[in-house]
């Protein structure tokens, strides 16, 4: 899986960055798990510190895009981002 960086974005007042990244090559859909470790490798950034916001896949296409943010530190990103609520099985 080959990354390219799209689009970059600073944002200073919240430790961050947005990064759009194309994925090359790819059949299926990048998984969450494969692309935080892949985005981690390439900023150097621990992977405590980056939120991936979206991978999206145009149907039929061998490339992907893939949006994420990411902070100076994790503790940045526990203070800026919302937590995702799970569903919890009603009985």
């Known amino acids: 899986m080959?990354?390219?960086?799209?689009?970059q974005e600073e944002n200073p007042l919240l430790h961050r960055k947005t990064i759009t990244y194309q994925v090359e090559g790819h059949s299926a859909t990048p998984s969450h798990q494969?692309?935080?470790?892949?985005?981690?490798?390439?900023?150097?950034?621990?992977?405590?510190?980056?939120?991936?916001?979206?991978?999206?896949?145009?149907?039929?296409?061998?490339?992907?895009?893939?949006e994420a943010?990411?902070?100076?530190?994790?503790?940045?990103?526990?203070k800026y981002e919302v937590e995702e609520k799970k569903n919890e099985a009603k009985e």
């Open 69 to 78: 943010n990411v902070y100076d530190k994790p503790e940045y990103l526990k």
């Open 34 to 66: 494969e692309s935080l470790e892949k985005i981690s490798a390439l900023t150097g950034k621990e992977k405590d510190s980056i939120r991936i916001k979206k991978i999206q896949q145009p149907y039929g296409s061998p490339n992907a895009t893939i």
């Open 2 to 7: 080959e990354l390219k960086i799209i689009k």
